[in-house]
């Protein structure tokens, strides 16, 4: 219903996921010891947007905004409410830009 023709399985596209995950995986490590923050909420809320975006725009997610919020959370002490907030307010502007 939602995915565009541009969007195939690959391998270019396994291969480009796969190199997003090892960048971003460090940065989730970071929110669960640092932070504090629940793994699984993290993990099941970054697959469901990550397949969700991919679907409704046919392409993937970049993941460069995320690892400038989540540097900035691991360098700031933040608690997991205001990264919460920070995260839904970076949706809402990606969200309207587009």
Do not use: C
């Not at 969007?7 to 640092?34: C, K, M, Y």
């Not at 409704?56 to 997991?80: D, H, Q, R, T, W």
């Amino acid at each position: 219903m939602f995915v565009r023709s541009r969007f195939r399985w690959n391998v270019q596209e396994v291969s480009g996921s796969l190199g997003d995950l090892g960048t971003f995986l460090p940065h989730i490590v970071g929110a669960i010891t640092i932070v504090r923050m629940d793994p699984t909420g993290i993990l099941t809320t970054f697959g469901l947007f990550y397949a969700l975006s991919g679907a409704f725009y046919g392409v993937p997610m970049a993941v460069e905004p995320m690892k400038a919020a989540s540097a900035a959370m691991l360098i700031e002490p933040m608690n997991p409410g205001a990264i919460t907030g920070a995260g839904l307010v970076i949706g809402a502007l990606f969200l309207l830009s587009a």
